[in-house]
C-alpha cells in the first residue's frame, strides 16, 4: 500500500525578504548575486544573572545600525532575526556557536560579530560585554577587547563596541555612529517593539517613547511601519514626513522613506506615484527583488510589462507568490502551455504552498488524462481536489519592511540507492524508499519516472504506465516522453 502525504518539512533551505541592510542591493541580493558578500551580527548572549534580555538583542541592532551607517555590507537586524527564526533560534536567542557557524556557513556568509553581556563583579548596576568576529573566509577568530560599564551609560558601552568592530573589520576610519536621539529607557522600547508581533502593541510600546523623544529616525520611520500594519495610513504618512529630514539624499532612511510612501500610495489607490518611487528607486538599484514585483503588480492592468517585471524579479530571488503571479499573468495573456511550465516549476519548489497547489489542480483539471493523473496524485495528496475554474487571486506587494521568509524544497534527495535496487532486484525496497521521497515533494517528474520504470521492472504494467504519464505532465521532454512509449510497447499497448 503506498503511504498518504507525509509532513513535507525536510530538506528545506531559507529564502529571505528581510529588512533593508545597505544601500544598493539586499543582504541577500549580495549574496544571490555574488556581489560583496555580507556579515551577520548575532544577538548577544545575556548571562541568567542579568534581569534584561532585551539587551542582547539591544546591543547587536546598534552594531548592526553602525555597520549600515558606515555602509559596510551586512544583514540588518530584521534580516538576521528572520534567519536565526528559520532555525526555530528566537529571544531570547538561546544558540551555540556551532550552529551559529552551520547558518553562516550555509548561507554564505563572510563573517559574524558575536558576544556576550555579564554583570560586572556581581554588581546589579554594571555589565561587562566580551565580543568577537569570526571569519568564516580565514576559518580564525578575533576577540574584541573587554568594555564594562553602567547600564544608564549602555551608549558610551556600545560605542566602544563598535568602534572595536570597525577596527576589527579595517574600518576604524570611517567610524560613524548611528544616531538614535533617544534616551536609554526609550532605546529599551524600541528594541523590545521588535519582539512583538501585533501592530497595536508596538504602537503602544512606541508611542510612550515618542512622548520625550520625537526626533529619531528609527522610532519614527518604526512607528510608521507599525501604523501602516495597521492600516492607519494617515497616521503613517505623518510620521513618515518627520523621518529622514535632515539626512543625506542618498542615506538608507531616505530610500526607506521612499518605499514605505510608495506603499502607502498604493494602499490609498494612488498607482501613478507609487509607480514613480518603485521607477526611482530601480534605477538606483535598490530593493530590486521587491521594486521589479512590485512594478509587476501594478501594471497588471495596463501593459504587457507586467509578466516581464515578475520574470526578472525571479531572476534575483525565487519566491513563491511571484511565481504564481507570474503564471497567471502569462494565462491572462492566452499561453497556457507557458504558464503550465511555469505553475510546475514553481511548485516544484515549493510543494506545500496552497494557492500553487490550487492553481496546479487548475492546469490538471484541463489535462485529457485528468483521471489517470488524478489517481496517482490522490495518492501522495489525498485531500487534491478537481477544479475547472481559474482560482482567485489577489495580487499583493512585497515589503522589505516585513519580517518574511518562504522555505524552498532543497534537491539534496539522492536517488542512486533506488536506482541500485532498479538494478540488483530489489525491487520493494526501492519503491518504498522513492514513495517516501514522493509523499515529501508530490511534484518531481525524476520521481514519476523511476518510479514507472520499477513498476516496468515487476510487470506492474498499470502503475507503470500511470507513473509514466505523470512524468510527462509534469516535464514533458524527450526522456519522459520515451519512457512511456516503451511502457506501452512493454504493456502490449501502441502509443
Do not use: C
Amino acid at each position: 500500500m503506498k503511504p498518504t502525504i507525509l509532513r513535507r518539512t525536510l530538506f528545506f533551505i531559507v529564502v529571505f525578504s528581510g529588512l533593508f541592510s545597505t544601500p544598493g542591493l539586499h543582504a541577500w541580493e549580495q549574496l544571490e548575486n555574488n556581489a560583496p558578500k555580507g556579515i551577520m551580527v548575532v544577538p548577544f548572549r545575556v548571562s541568567a544573572d542579568i534581569d534584561h534580555a532585551w539587551l542582547g538583542r539591544g546591543v547587536s541592532y546598534f552594531i548592526a545600525a553602525g555597520l549600515e551607517e558606515n555602509r559596510i555590507p551586512a544583514l540588518g537586524d530584521s534580516d538576521t532575526e528572520a534567519l536565526l527564526s528559520s532555525y526555530d533560534v528566537r529571544f531570547p536567542y538561546g544558540i551555540t556557536k556551532a550552529t551559529v557557524l552551520a547558518i553562516a556557513g550555509e548561507h554564505k556568509l563572510e563573517k559574524v560579530i558575536w558576544g556576550e553581556i555579564q554583570s560586572a563583579d556581581g554588581e546589579g548596576g554594571l555589565i561587562k560585554v566580551r565580543s568577537f568576529i569570526i571569519d568564516l573566509k580565514d576559518y580564525s577568530q578575533t576577540y574584541l577587547p573587554l568594555f564594562q560599564g553602567r547600564r544608564d551609560d549602555l551608549y558610551h558601552v556600545m560605542g566602544q563596541i563598535l568602534g572595536s568592530v570597525l577596527k576589527g573589520l579595517g574600518n576604524d576610519a570611517q567610524k560613524k555612529a548611528p544616531r538614535f536621539n533617544l534616551n536609554h529607557r526609550n532605546y529599551e522600547l524600541f528594541i523590545k517593539s521588535h519582539l512583538l508581533n501585533e501592530a497595536a502593541q508596538k504602537i503602544e510600546l512606541l508611542e510612550k517613547a515618542r512622548n520625550t523623544d520625537s526626533k529619531s529616525d528609527y522610532l519614527n520611520f518604526r512607528l510608521a511601519r507599525a501604523y501602516f500594519q495597521a492600516g492607519i495610513f494617515q497616521k503613517a504618512r505623518e510620521l513618515l514626513k518627520l523621518t529622514a529630514v535632515e539626512r543625506a539624499e542618498d542615506h538608507p532612511f531616505v530610500y526607506r522613506k521612499i518605499f514605505l510612501g510608495a506603499l502607502l500610495d498604493f494602499s490609498e489607490n494612488k498607482k501613478d506615484p507609487a509607480i514613480t518611487a518603485f521607477r526611482l528607486l530601480e534605477s538606483k538599484g535598490l530593493y530590486l527583488f521587491e521594486v521589479r514585483h512590485n512594478l509587476g503588480v501594478l501594471y497588471a492592468d495596463r501593459q504587457q510589462q507586467e509578466t516581464n517585471m515578475f520574470a526578472q524579479a525571479l531572476l534575483l530571488r525565487s519566491d513563491p507568490e511571484t511565481w504564481l503571479y507570474h503564471a497567471h499573468q502569462l494565462l491572462s495573456r492566452k499561453e497556457p502551455a507557458l504558464a503550465a511550465q511555469t505553475l510546475k516549476e514553481a511548485i516544484k519548489q515549493y510543494p506545500e504552498h496552497k494557492a500553487l497547489e490550487e492553481m496546479f489542480t487548475y492546469f490538471l483539471s484541463r489535462e485529457t488524462q485528468r483521471d489517470v493523473l488524478f489517481n496517482v496524485f490522490r495518492e501522495y495528496i489525498p485531500d487534491l481536489s478537481e477544479s475547472d475554474s481559474l482560482p482567485q487571486i489577489t495580487y499583493r506587494l512585497k515589503s522589505p519592511f516585513d519580517v518574511r521568509y518562504q522555505r524552498q524544497f532543497k534537491n539534496t534527495d539522492d536517488v542512486k540507492e533506488i536506482e541500485i535496487g532498479l538494478r540488483s532486484g530489489a525491487l520493494d525496497t526501492s519503491i518504498e524508499q522513492l514513495q517516501a521521497l514522493i509523499a515529501l515533494n508530490p511534484y518531481k517528474p525524476e520521481y514519476y519516472h523511476l518510479m514507472s520504470r520499477l513498476y516496468l521492472k515487476k510487470k506492474n504494467y498499470a502503475d507503470a504506465q500511470s507513473h509514466a504519464s505523470v512524468a510527462v505532465f509534469l516535464m514533458p521532454d524527450t526522456v519522459n516522453n520515451q519512457n512511456l512509449t516503451d511502457v506501452g510497447r512493454a504493456s502490449g499497448k501502441k502509443k
